[in-house]
């Protein structure tokens, strides 16, 4: 018999032999688990360290985890996905529980444009959470205990090394790689992540050329294939739907839509909008780009909406179009036109830089020819919106919107009713 250090590490080992399939992930250093609505269903997923997948259960029972991407340069962990079938009442990846999804939401967080921006001139202090409030924010997010939290894009922002002496940034990896997406989103949003499933929109740092390394390996909601275009990263992508009862939040990806016209790019996108006509019930459309938004004064010639996904939605979103729903401006808001537009919402204020030309009133300005008619705009704000469910709405066209700030105090709040807007100003 062995005694000792010596028996204590021998019985160790014997017990990990006996787990039979997945990683230990007690002793892996990274481990971050979510669920995910994806163009092909509902996900359980997993980022790992090392090359093996973690042990799922799916109402008790034991679900293989697959690989969908393995470890490879600057990403040395495993992305692990186990299709969630519908009815299922709980999973759990390694013994941790997951939030499911509820057939009808209530309370539907947006949140966009979070990560901390190092690019260049323009430098923000990772490191203190008054100026990069995104954890904070996060963490306020969680106790209020949402149904679903929609991403709408924008997580990958530290592109360029911190400068020599700048304390404020000092130690910040910048890159496409894991340690930039981890110190970005996944450690400072890892409560909010597990609180709830989530919908993640592709913003325009998750192109090719940005973070797109780190989006199609562990966020698209298509399957990778490492042989595609920058590591797999392909787009844009087609729109893929999502059902939350009453209503459908049409997923669309706008990362590379040109800001000045572009017939080419708004002919494709042209189509994708009026597709939702075959959409039964209300839409909303969730792209990170903004339509007919205000992030700049009227002589500028970026006044703030993307003038190509103007010339495709302006003639052809069909009727049952309620909103759009955008991040890519810094700042919260909401408007409605007079023309008979769907409202749009902004909620670009989850932690990056603040837009310091956003304005605080937005009604009777004109944006591309069309006019807002009511609205709300807090700029300079860091936070987060939530749309909660009217009670006993039985139409999905009922809701209420609420900015708040990372603290979880309301910074305003508006009725909506299809395409209008009542907001307190």
Request: glycine share 10%; net charge negative; aromatic share 8%.
């Amino acid at each position: 018999m062995i005694h000792g250090r010596a028996g204590g590490l021998i019985a160790i080992v014997s017990y990990l032999l006996t787990i039979p399939t997945g990683v230990n992930v007690a002793l892996a250093e990274d481990f971050y688990r979510w669920v995910q609505y994806t163009s092909g269903g509902i996900e359980a997923r997993a980022a790992v360290e090392g090359a093996g997948c973690p042990v799922a259960t799916i109402d008790g029972a034991a679900a293989t985890m697959t690989m969908r991407a393995s470890p490879g340069d600057n990403y040395p962990v495993a992305i692990c996905v186990a299709p969630i079938p519908p009815g299922a009442k709980s999973v759990a990846i390694a013994d941790h529980p997951l939030a499911l999804p509820k057939a009808h939401p209530n309370r539907i967080v947006i949140v966009g444009d979070t990560g901390c921006r190092l690019k260049g001139q323009q430098i923000q202090a990772c490191n203190d959470m008054s100026e990069w409030p995104f954890r904070l924010g996060a963490d306020m997010v969680s106790d209020f205990k949402p149904d679903l939290v929609l991403h709408v894009g924008d997580f990958h922002y530290r592109e360029t090394a911190c400068p020599l002496g700048n304390y404020g940034c000092a130690g910040a990896p910048y890159g496409d790689t894991w340690d930039v997406w981890k110190a970005d989103f996944f450690s400072p949003g890892e409560t909010l992540l597990n609180a709830a499933p989530w919908i993640f929109v592709r913003g325009n740092h998750e192109e090719c050329e940005r973070g797109g390394k780190g989006w199609a390996r562990a966020l698209d909601p298509y399957p990778f294939d490492a042989s595609s275009g920058v590591s797999g990263c392909l787009g844009p992508a087609r729109p893929f739907n999502v059902n939350i009862g009453e209503l459908t939040i049409e997923v669309m990806d706008v990362s590379t839509a040109d800001e000045q016209v572009n017939e080419a790019q708004a002919s494709w996108f042209r189509d994708q909008f009026a597709a939702a006509k075959d959409i039964a019930g209300p839409v909303w459309q969730a792209f990170h780009r903004p339509i007919w938004a205000i992030d700049a004064p009227a002589e500028s010639r970026h006044r703030g909406d993307n003038r190509t996904l103007a010339a495709a939605a302006r003639d052809s979103t069909p009727g049952n179009v309620q909103a759009f729903i955008s991040g890519h401006h810094h700042t919260f808001e909401a408007m409605s036109y007079v023309q008979d537009l769907p409202l749009q919402i902004v909620s670009g204020h989850g932690g990056d830089d603040l837009s310091p030309f956003a304005p605080r009133i937005v009604v009777g300005n004109e944006v591309n020819g069309v006019t807002v008619k009511a609205g709300i705009a807090r700029p300079r704000v860091f936070g987060f919106s939530m749309i909660e469910r009217a009670p006993d709405d039985d139409s999905g066209l009922e809701w209420t919107l609420t900015g708040y700030d990372t603290h979880g105090r309301p910074i305003g709040r508006c009725r909506l009713h299809g395409r209008a807007l009542d907001c307190d100003n």
